[in-house]
């Protein structure tokens, strides 16, 4: 993902490269392609606009102009990049997800000397998101059968008020959760089963790979 993102606008080639390499990964790994490619089109959504806005430059040659509006060479050449940038970004990091356990990546974080609390934080996060998307879908649900909701103005204030709400609980709950977690022994690192002590030859195979397909592809442009 590092190579992918610091990789210059234009090197098509480097990225053909990476293509191949994941396309590879996929195959060996026999995750769903419908599967991977949903939820990459499904999070590309939400830059979509972002990268719209690369389009608009006012270096090199115009191709198209409306009024202050142009699009140009420059501006096609950055969005093209910065398109297959964020694709094949997605796509490994989404590779990794389901591919790899949760708890595993957790580890496999700690391992490479990410602060402990911050991997904690995220493992919070990630274990309790479920109970709060249930706890807010649970009061909109009191909100509606109290027909509370009836206009825009109303369901803005309703919503607002069970968000506030929302966070007092989940303040008050992940208090009461810490306390409990100290009380049987937690010292700030999850347990876990997995041991990633050490390297197996594949492992080490598979980084080898890894870096030379990277420096095929920065000597390929």
């Known amino acids: ?20 390499f994941l396309l590879l990964l996929i195959l060996v790994s026999r995750v769903s392609l419908i599967k991977l490619l949903s939820r990459v089109a499904f999070e590309f959504v ?13 270096e090199g040659e115009v191709i198209w102009s409306w009024g202050i509006i142009s699009i140009t ?11 297959l940038k964020v ?15 949760i708890p595993d990546i957790f580890q496999g974080l700690l391992s490479l000397g990410t602060p402990p609390l911050l ?4 493992a919070s996060m990630y274990r309790y998101i479920d109970v709060l998307v249930r ?3 649970t009061m909109k649900r009191a909100a509606m059968s109290r027909n509370l909701m009836t ?32 009380a049987r022994g937690y010292q700030g690192v999850s347990p876990t089963t997995t041991n990633l002590r050490g390297y ?17 592809g920065q000597l390929a442009s």
């Not at 796509?91 to 997800?97: H, P, R, S, V």
Request: glycine residues 6%; without cysteine.
């Open 119 to 122: 991997v904690a934080i995220m």
């Open 73 to 83: 060479t420059t501006g096609v050449m950055v969005l093209g990049s910065v398109t």
């Open 200 to 216: 197996k030859k594949r492992d080490i195979l598979a980084l080898m790979m890894t870096v030379l397909i990277v420096f095929l």
């Open 46 to 58: 939400f830059v979509g606009l972002i990268l719209l806005g690369t389009l608009f430059r006012s």
């Open 151 to 182: 206009n825009r103005r109303r369901t803005r204030l309703i919503l607002g008020h069970a968000i506030g709400s929302l966070f007092i609980r989940t303040y008050e709950r992940g208090e009461r959760i810490h306390q409990a977690m100290l």
């Open 87 to 101: 694709f094949l970004s997605l796509l490994a990091l989404n590779l990794l997800i389901l591919t790899t356990t």
């Open 135 to 137: 706890e807010f879908t």
């Open 1 to 20: 993902v590092f190579a992918i993102a610091l990789t210059p606008n234009g090197r098509w080639i480097t990225w053909y490269f990476y293509s191949i």
